[in-house]
């Protein structure tokens, strides 16, 4: 388990006890379609994972955003996703300053490339322990993401759905389908993003906590009912990794490096199985700082798929000089669900941290 200063703990206790707090107001159930937006998918679609920034109040701002906008820079993507501990003991500033940060690299890449970038965060265990309010980083996360169908002309570049009085627990549950420019029903890759919250209590301790099974429900709901199109491939994007990570790294099938032991939640609840048969074919987590593997896991059903950790893409909290940067996933056109299933598509990339911020300039 990661080491937690008496400060940490007693905010996790009370930021959990938040966490866990019922939806303000009476709660709806939105229809699924209600939590898709799309992209125009081309072929070599470039997906740029970033994960556990942990930017706080103790960061060094200027430099970590240096980092990251180094990593977007060199990755030219088309979609950027970070997949949690985005923050930890931030405040509002340093939460505004992020996605200000993700939102100004999008209209400058989609400038100079003549092709759309947009980006797409979920949440970590740390992401709600700061000064702000529960709703907040959705809140300023919305005001920077164009609805779907409308053209961005106010230099908004996310991609985000999210209802604070829906009955799902989290505070993302939505999904982006990469659809063909002629027809936004022809669906090529399906794109959930998914928190896998914060923290559960367990006897006298707390430890990670699980995808919900109405979270679990939902996508399944999604495959069945948001589009008539069944035959595009799936990819899943949470924080914290799940159970059959270790057992893709005993099957030994993989890339990369692995150098701590799975930090899974407090119970194997089943998502990976409920996940795959909602047709997603790759998992892709964050959360363990010094692994980085992509395993083409074959589980008990003879099923393939690839679960992939993100690389590390700070050098805030415990962490390798030599393991960090980002990861890219290039998604090719027309492909099946089993030619996709291998490593080739994804790739681990390093960056030097070590300088000065005048070397991200």
Same mark, same amino acid.
């Given at each position: 388990?990661? /080491? ?6 007693? =905010? ?6 938040? +966490?866990?707090?019922? /939806?303000? +107001? ?19 679609? %470039? ?9 706080? #109040? ?10 990251? /906008? ?9 979609? #950027? !996703? ?9 405040? %509002?500033?340093?939460?505004? %300053? ?22 797409? #965060? ?18 300023? !996360? ?40 002629? *027809? ?12 896998? @919250?914060? $923290? ?15 979270? =679990?429900?939902?996508?399944?709901? &999604? ?80 099923? /393939?798929? #690839? ?17 960090? +940067? ?15 299933? *291998?490593?080739?598509? &994804?790739?681990?990339?390093?960056? @030097? ?5 005048? $070397?991200?300039?």
């Amino acid at each position: 388990m990661k /080491k937690l200063t008496a400060l940490a703990i007693a =905010l996790v206790v009370l930021l959990a006890l938040v +966490g866990c707090a019922p /939806k303000h +107001g009476e709660e709806n159930n939105h229809e699924v379609s209600e939590y898709r937006t799309t992209m125009v998918f081309h072929d070599d679609f %470039k997906i740029l994972q970033l994960t556990d920034l942990h930017l706080g #109040i103790e960061s060094d701002l200027e430099n970590q955003l240096g980092i990251v /906008k180094k990593s977007i820079n060199e990755a030219q993507p088309d979609l #950027i !996703i970070l997949t949690g501990d985005n923050f930890m003991f931030a405040n %509002k500033s340093i939460v505004y %300053k992020l996605v200000e940060t993700l939102n100004d690299c999008c209209r400058e890449l989609t400038k100079a490339r003549g092709m759309l970038t947009k980006f797409a #965060i979920t949440y970590g265990n740390h992401d709600n322990q700061g000064d702000y309010p529960r709703y907040y980083t959705n809140e300023v !996360i919305a005001s920077f993401t164009t609805k779907d169908g409308q053209e961005i002309t106010d230099n908004k570049y996310g991609a985000f759905v999210d209802y604070e009085d829906d009955n799902l627990f989290g505070l993302t549950n939505y999904f982006i389908d990469l659809v063909d420019k002629s *027809n936004p029903e022809d669906v090529k890759y399906r794109i959930h993003i998914i928190d896998s @919250n914060t $923290y559960h209590y367990v006897g006298t301790e707390y430890k990670y906590d699980v995808i919900h099974k109405e979270q =679990l429900t939902h996508a399944q709901n &999604i495959y069945n009912n948001a589009t008539e199109d069944k035959e595009y491939i799936g990819l899943a994007f949470f924080h914290i990794p799940l159970f059959e990570y270790q057992e893709a790294w005993e099957q030994g099938v993989g890339q990369g490096k692995y150098e701590e032991a799975v930090l899974c939640p407090y119970e194997n609840n089943g998502s990976y199985t409920m996940l795959r048969d909602a047709n997603i074919a790759s998992f892709f987590a964050g959360h363990d700082h010094i692994n980085y593997g992509d395993f083409i896991y074959t589980d008990k059903d003879g099923q /393939k798929s #690839i679960l992939s950790y993100g690389v590390k893409s700070t050098n805030q909290i415990y962490h390798n000089e030599e393991m960090i +940067g980002y990861k890219t996933i290039n998604l090719k056109d027309n492909i099946t669900r089993e030619e996709f299933v *291998n490593l080739d598509y &994804i790739k681990a990339n390093y960056i @030097n941290v070590t300088t000065g911020y005048e $070397y991200y300039e």
